[in-house]
């Protein structure tokens, strides 16, 4: 079992920037995929960013390309969403997510969830 717990969400104007941490409990951090999703209100849940195990490789949604960096900590057992440049449309809950396929896309190939951290940008 996988316990992942978000935090850094908050309120920041638009252009400003956050970074969410997802710190993880349980099985080897290190054996699994880290993804990044979010969900507006009324909205799917849609694919973010995701990282491989061992950090090598990232996979981003175009809605975040150039704007948002993924990376982990292994040491810490913490994956982290840097998020530069921030848009109203980037109004949503924030989801970490743990998968044991290589840099899944879709939520229905993630096992374990957060309980997910909200991210507002003003306008």
């Known amino acids: 079992q996988v316990q992942l717990v978000e935090s850094g969400g908050g309120l920041v104007q638009a252009g400003g920037s956050l970074r969410l941490s997802c710190a993880s409990s349980?099985?080897?951090?290190?054996?699994?995929?880290m993804g990044w999703f979010r969900q507006a209100p009324g909205k799917e849940r849609e694919f973010v960013a995701v990282?491989?195990?061992?950090?090598?490789?990232?996979s981003y949604a175009d809605s975040a390309k150039g704007r948002f960096t993924v990376s982990r900590d292994s040491d810490k057992n913490t994956v982290y969403l840097q998020m530069d440049s921030l848009k109203p449309e980037d109004t949503a809950v924030y989801y970490c997510?743990?998968?044991?396929?290589?840099?899944?896309?879709?939520?229905?190939?993630?096992?374990?969830w957060g309980q997910g951290t909200q991210v507002t940008v003003s306008s």
């Open positions: 997510a743990a998968s044991y396929r290589p840099l899944p896309t879709t939520p229905a190939n993630y096992d374990y």
């Open positions: 349980g099985r080897t951090f290190s054996s699994y995929s």
């Open positions: 990282i491989s195990w061992h950090g090598g490789r990232t």
